[in-house]
């Protein structure tokens, strides 16, 4: 078992690398380079999402509001204090995401279930109203244009890099928290909390752990996204983009640790492609979604590694 | 501030109360008996909304007509999702997720269908004929309108009551509640069961959709709105508790209204602040019972 974790593993980092480090050598345009770019960071956003709801049964519908501050803060900053800035900003968001995530989370890991849920979605959508509505300081429904990173970062093809290299350290990281004795604790806690409580581990703090640790990620990934777009949108804090990442981890698989990662490829790449030819893209996610919730719960990578397994013990009893 | 002005804010905010209450009583309703979480019962209250537009602006109907049809069909579809779709996970591990899930790609569903059938521009109603205008009770001119939606909320949460305290089938529901396996096993048709209670709520759903019409302009993208404040009532009052969501409703009724009045700008950010000092001081809600066995 041991063994076939090690191939998975393996092969899933040299697949990435193999994939997104040919990437800038073959793209065609510089729009297959943001494509490229929104898979790594929305893949990472996705995963950092599943260490809530896949690793420890927490289902938030708010990580939208850490993916707007971290995309805010490199926004803001850059407009007011210029490009220099850019680089300290993304540190100052998840800085920030993870105070703001510590004060949140004493509020909403007090319940859990569907109300930790909803407690999420309306912290989001508060962060949402406040950025729309304070107008003389976020540029309201603008948003803000013009984010550019500085010096050689300008660059798209440095700046591809440099994302390439901080969502592989972020998935690496994830992994080894995963692995770790707090990982164990989280998948303990989404099973059974009580029995993680008689073994004298703290529920509640290991949650609000996981839920700082994860938030601080998806501030990473709004930093990172506002330097792929050059810009900035309140939309960004609005619930439906904390929807299109759950939607990202049902598809890949919430039970795989890579599934999230496929899952957003996947969404990305349709998006793309059917995206651009309606205006119905939201009744698509609707559809998608609603057939992997009855169908395909374990979501794609799950259910062809479950396919994989039943043909193979189905070959075993023949032969 | 004068008493005039409180008493016209008072009843402003008891009219966005009554339509709360509607909207959030049949969610309750529904995560009480079925511990179904409904996360996409705003969209039922858009689905009203816009059938009474439709009967009302297309077929030329009564106004009362109008409402009654779209709680009608906000009912019928109801049963139809929760018949077909959500049936189909009960019961399945770590259902509470996947309901939301299930339930959220409602949302974006019904949303599309919407914009599909209506577009997406806003959509307004005239208010009912003998409602246009004001009434003057006592030198106050209050719209007779909203007179109206507050005699109707008082009769359909008496009415509800009732229902669920003195008759056979809301006894049922309550032991629904309780125990479904062992209401199965006296003879009950516990799917059945849920089907209509669905059918009801999303019913009340569309009923506070057609009669907030008039007030509201109709759009898609309506129902999120109404969910997250239906939630922040359930929250403020205790989910799965029928009193708990009229007290919520009627304190976050309140609050919005008078909030409007004095900070037009920053009103809405009164109903987070009402549900972060709950959470604060009492998580579980104001009629609190953690493990919740009333309706």
């Given at each position: 078992?041991k063994?076939?974790?090690r191939?998975?593993?393996?092969?899933?980092?040299?697949?990435?690398?193999?994939?997104?480090?040919?990437?800038p050598?073959?793209?065609?345009?510089?729009y297959?380079?943001v494509?490229a770019?929104h898979?790594?960071i929305?893949?990472?956003?996705?995963?950092?999402?599943?260490m809530?709801?896949?690793?420890?049964?927490?289902l938030?519908?708010?990580?939208a509001?850490?993916y707007?501050?971290?995309?805010y803060?490199?926004?803001?900053?850059v407009?007011t204090?210029?490009?220099a800035?850019?680089?300290?900003?993304?540190g100052?968001?998840?800085?920030?995401?993870v105070?703001?995530s510590m004060?949140?989370?004493?509020?909403?890991i007090?319940?859990?279930?569907v109300?930790?849920?909803?407690?999420?979605?309306a912290f989001g959508q508060?962060?949402?109203?406040?950025?729309?509505?304070?107008?003389h300081?976020t540029?309201?429904?603008?948003?803000?244009q013009?984010?550019?990173?500085?010096g050689?970062?300008g660059?798209?093809?440095?700046?591809?890099?440099?994302?390439?290299?901080?969502?592989a350290?972020?998935?690496?990281?994830l992994?080894?928290?995963?692995?770790?004795?707090?990982?164990?604790?989280?998948r303990c806690?989404?099973q059974?909390?009580?029995?993680?409580?008689f073994?004298?581990?703290r529920v509640?703090?290991n949650q609000?752990?996981i839920y700082v640790i994860?938030?601080?990620?998806?501030?990473l990934?709004?930093?990172l996204?506002?330097?792929?777009?050059?810009?900035?949108h309140?939309?960004?804090?609005?619930?439906?983009?904390?929807?299109?990442v759950?939607?990202?981890?049902?598809?890949?698989?919430?039970?795989?640790?890579f599934?999230?990662f496929?899952g957003?490829?996947?969404?990305?790449?349709?998006q793309?492609?059917?995206g651009?030819?309606?205006?119905?893209w939201?009744?698509?996610?609707?559809?998608?979604?609603?057939?992997?919730?009855?169908l395909l719960?374990r979501?794609?990578?799950?259910?062809?590694?479950a396919?994989?397994?039943?043909?193979?013990s189905?070959?075993?009893?023949r032969? | 501030?004068?008493?005039?002005f409180?008493?016209?804010?008072?009843?402003?905010?008891l009219?966005?109360?009554?339509?709360l209450?509607?909207v959030?009583?049949?969610?309750?309703?529904?995560?009480?008996?079925?511990?179904?979480?409904?996360?996409a019962?705003?969209?039922?209250?858009?689905i009203?909304?816009?059938?009474?537009y439709?009967a009302?602006?297309?077929?030329?109907a009564?106004?009362w007509?109008?409402?009654l049809?779209?709680a009608?069909?906000?009912?019928?579809?109801?049963?139809?999702a929760?018949a077909?779709?959500?049936?189909?996970i009960?019961?399945?591990?770590?259902?509470?997720?996947?309901?939301i899930?299930?339930?959220?790609?409602?949302?974006?569903v019904?949303?599309?269908?919407?914009?599909?059938?209506?577009?997406?521009?806003?959509k307004?109603?005239?208010?009912?004929?003998?409602?246009g205008?004001?009434?003057?009770?006592?030198?106050l001119?209050i719209?007779a309108?909203?007179?109206?939606?507050?005699?109707i909320?008082l009769?359909?949460?008496i009415?509800?009551?009732?229902?669920l305290?003195r008759?056979?089938?809301g006894?049922?529901?309550?032991a629904?509640a309780?125990?479904?396996?062992?209401l199965?096993s006296?003879?009950?048709?516990v799917?059945?069961?849920?089907?209509?209670?669905?059918?009801?709520?999303t019913?009340?759903?569309?009923?506070a959709?057609?009669?907030a019409?008039?007030?509201?302009?109709?759009s898609?993208g309506?129902?999120?709105?109404?969910?997250?404040?239906?939630?922040i009532?359930?929250?403020?009052?205790?989910?799965?508790?029928?009193?708990g969501?009229?007290?919520g409703?009627?304190?976050?009724?309140?609050?919005?209204?008078?909030?409007?009045?004095?900070?037009?700008?920053?009103a809405s950010?009164?109903?987070?602040?009402?549900?972060?000092l709950?959470?604060?001081?009492?998580?579980?809600?104001?009629?609190?019972s953690?493990?919740?066995?009333?309706?």
């Amino acid at each position: 078992m041991k063994h076939r974790h090690r191939i998975k593993e393996v092969g899933f980092w040299a697949l990435f690398f193999l994939v997104f480090g040919l990437i800038p050598v073959f793209a065609k345009s510089e729009y297959h380079l943001v494509l490229a770019n929104h898979i790594l960071i929305w893949g990472m956003f996705a995963m950092a999402f599943n260490m809530l709801f896949g690793v420890t049964g927490m289902l938030s519908f708010g990580q939208a509001l850490y993916y707007g501050l971290g995309a805010y803060w490199v926004g803001l900053m850059v407009k007011t204090f210029g490009e220099a800035w850019f680089l300290p900003a993304i540190g100052f968001g998840v800085l920030s995401a993870v105070l703001l995530s510590m004060l949140i989370g004493l509020l909403v890991i007090r319940v859990s279930g569907v109300y930790f849920t909803v407690l999420t979605l309306a912290f989001g959508q508060l962060a949402w109203q406040i950025t729309f509505k304070w107008y003389h300081f976020t540029g309201g429904d603008d948003g803000i244009q013009g984010i550019m990173a500085p010096g050689i970062l300008g660059n798209h093809i440095v700046y591809y890099c440099f994302t390439l290299l901080l969502v592989a350290v972020s998935i690496w990281i994830l992994r080894r928290l995963v692995n770790s004795p707090l990982g164990l604790t989280l998948r303990c806690i989404r099973q059974n909390p009580d029995r993680v409580r008689f073994l004298g581990r703290r529920v509640r703090r290991n949650q609000l752990r996981i839920y700082v640790i994860s938030s601080s990620f998806a501030a990473l990934a709004g930093g990172l996204m506002s330097g792929v777009n050059n810009s900035i949108h309140p939309d960004m804090f609005y619930w439906t983009t904390s929807g299109e990442v759950i939607l990202m981890g049902v598809i890949g698989g919430i039970g795989q640790f890579f599934g999230p990662f496929i899952g957003a490829a996947v969404i990305i790449i349709i998006q793309d492609v059917v995206g651009a030819r309606t205006e119905y893209w939201s009744l698509i996610i609707g559809l998608v979604m609603m057939t992997m919730v009855l169908l395909l719960p374990r979501g794609l990578v799950g259910e062809i590694q479950a396919f994989m397994a039943r043909f193979k013990s189905g070959a075993g009893n023949r032969g | 501030m004068d008493l005039s002005f409180f008493i016209m804010q008072f009843l402003s905010g008891l009219t966005m109360a009554t339509l709360l209450f509607l909207v959030a009583s049949g969610l309750t309703l529904i995560f009480g008996v079925g511990k179904v979480f409904n996360f996409a019962h705003g969209s039922f209250y858009m689905i009203g909304a816009y059938l009474a537009y439709q009967a009302v602006s297309v077929w030329h109907a009564n106004f009362w007509i109008s409402v009654l049809i779209a709680a009608l069909g906000a009912g019928v579809f109801g049963m139809f999702a929760e018949a077909t779709f959500l049936r189909r996970i009960y019961g399945r591990a770590e259902e509470g997720g996947f309901q939301i899930l299930l339930t959220y790609s409602f949302i974006l569903v019904i949303d599309d269908l919407v914009k599909l059938i209506w577009g997406t521009e806003y959509k307004s109603l005239p208010r009912p004929l003998g409602f246009g205008g004001a009434v003057n009770i006592g030198g106050l001119t209050i719209p007779a309108y909203n007179l109206a939606i507050i005699a109707i909320g008082l009769v359909i949460v008496i009415l509800a009551w009732l229902i669920l305290s003195r008759t056979r089938s809301g006894r049922v529901a309550r032991a629904a509640a309780l125990d479904r396996e062992m209401l199965g096993s006296l003879g009950i048709n516990v799917p059945l069961t849920m089907t209509l209670v669905f059918g009801i709520a999303t019913a009340m759903g569309g009923f506070a959709g057609a009669l907030a019409a008039p007030l509201r302009s109709v759009s898609p993208g309506a129902g999120i709105e109404v969910i997250i404040d239906s939630l922040i009532v359930v929250v403020i009052g205790g989910m799965g508790n029928f009193w708990g969501a009229w007290l919520g409703a009627l304190i976050l009724g309140e609050v919005n209204a008078f909030a409007v009045s004095t900070v037009p700008d920053w009103a809405s950010l009164f109903n987070y602040l009402v549900m972060v000092l709950t959470l604060i001081f009492k998580p579980e809600g104001l009629f609190a019972s953690r493990e919740i066995r009333k309706v």
